[in-house]
């Protein structure tokens, strides 16, 4: 689940509107390709199709706008790390409109009740159900927003925040949230500047999900919390100058880079036991030699990637990196109280405590592997 390309960001797709739908609008806007938009006023009821589209409407305190969500919404599984949907518990209650990654019923919006007013959609270049399709079959106009990310993809974040803003009155809070990123990465890029390069600890994330689970080989070469606090990512070195995330690191690899310190994505732990990242940590004999596993130096992070790119848990998870690499320079930070500082601002509720229970209390302190 990654990038869709610029053309195609933000890309509204109106037709066939009838009745009501047609009376009023708002202003004309007008999309990355440079065309002239425009929506039914007031708009009071949408739904969100596709990974993380929810997640961006409670950012923006209009989750309350939802009148349906899709089928990963209403499940009920003993690991979930979206702070979104722990924050929102009424979504389970909610009618299901399709299945998850935007995999869309034309027939069940149809019979909404009441009628979403539009429908948000993310990722329509790699999954899901074409949007104009969907806009042609239920009359209801497709809005649909370049997910982004917190890295090379920030502005695409900012101009889908923005426009749903504009989209569901919100204009306002879009800048409020759009703020507080930047002031965070900030802050963090603030506290660790000027280490010399040869004074920054090497470093190692693994157990990274992408559409689904994976042990402790897979890692994100960009990962954002390490580049936010000035961390030498050892899987990055060889994406330097490229765009690449997800990646799959050979165990022979990791072991010749022999990092100062491990991170494991709790996510892994979705595997069966002895194929999950820890496990392996503990039994794999190659990974026993490493000196992060031998002096105790592995950390456990919340999930990355939960229903695609969990902002809150990017940021949160940076805090603790710098407490863990710099903790001369993170001294006036408890990154658990950080967190639910984050959370509180971003889905309305302080539930670290509650992701950290699905994981088995293992975020944000040292995982025993030996």
Not at 164 to 188: P, S, W, Y
Not at 291 to 296: E, H, I, N, P, Y
Request: hydrophobic share 40%; proline share 6%.
């Amino acid at each position: 689940m990654r990038m869709i390309s610029v053309v195609t960001a933000l890309l509204v797709v109106l037709f066939g509107f009838s009745g009501a739908r047609a009376a009023l609008s708002l202003p004309a806007v007008h999309d990355a390709a440079g065309k002239a938009l425009a929506v039914p006023v007031p708009v009071q009821r949408v739904i969100c199709s596709g990974s993380g589209c929810l997640r961006l409407l409670t950012y923006l305190q209009a989750q309350h706008m939802a009148v349906a969500v899709d089928d990963i919404e209403v499940r009920r599984d003993r690991f979930d790390a979206r702070p979104y949907a722990l924050a929102n518990p009424s979504f389970k209650n909610l009618p299901v409109f399709g299945q998850f990654r935007g995999y869309d019923n034309p027939e069940r919006i149809l019979m909404l009740a009441p009628q979403p007013q539009v429908v948000f959609k993310t990722y329509t270049s790699s999954m899901g159900y074409d949007p104009l399709e969907l806009q042609q079959k239920t009359g209801i106009p497709v809005v649909v927003l370049n997910y982004g990310d917190l890295g090379a993809g920030r502005q695409h974040l900012y101009d889908s925040l923005r426009m749903m803003g504009h989209v569901v009155g919100k204009t306002g809070r879009a800048e409020e949230v759009i703020t507080f990123f930047e002031n965070a990465i900030a802050d963090l890029q603030r506290r660790t500047a000027g280490i010399a390069e040869n004074m920054r600890p090497s470093v190692f994330v693994g157990g990274i999900a992408f559409k689904g689970p994976h042990g402790f080989q897979s890692t994100e070469p960009a990962y954002p919390p390490f580049s936010f606090v000035n961390a030498r990512n050892l899987a990055g070195q060889d994406a330097v100058g490229s765009r690449l995330q997800h990646s799959d690191v050979s165990r022979e690899k990791i072991v010749q880079w022999n990092p100062d310190y491990l991170f494991v994505d709790l996510s892994t732990l979705r595997l069966a036991d002895k194929a999950n990242g820890i496990e392996e940590l503990r039994s794999d004999p190659a990974y026993a030699t490493l000196s992060a596993v031998r002096q105790g130096r592995v950390f456990g992070l919340l999930p990355y990637n939960w229903y695609t790119q969990n902002y809150g848990s990017i940021l949160a998870n940076a805090y603790y990196i710098g407490s863990v690499l710099y903790p001369e320079r993170f001294a006036d930070v408890d990154p658990a109280a950080k967190a639910d500082e984050i959370y509180t601002f971003l889905v309305g509720s302080p539930v670290f405590d509650q992701l950290n229970r699905s994981f088995d209390g293992l975020a944000y302190r040292a995982v025993p592997v030996n």
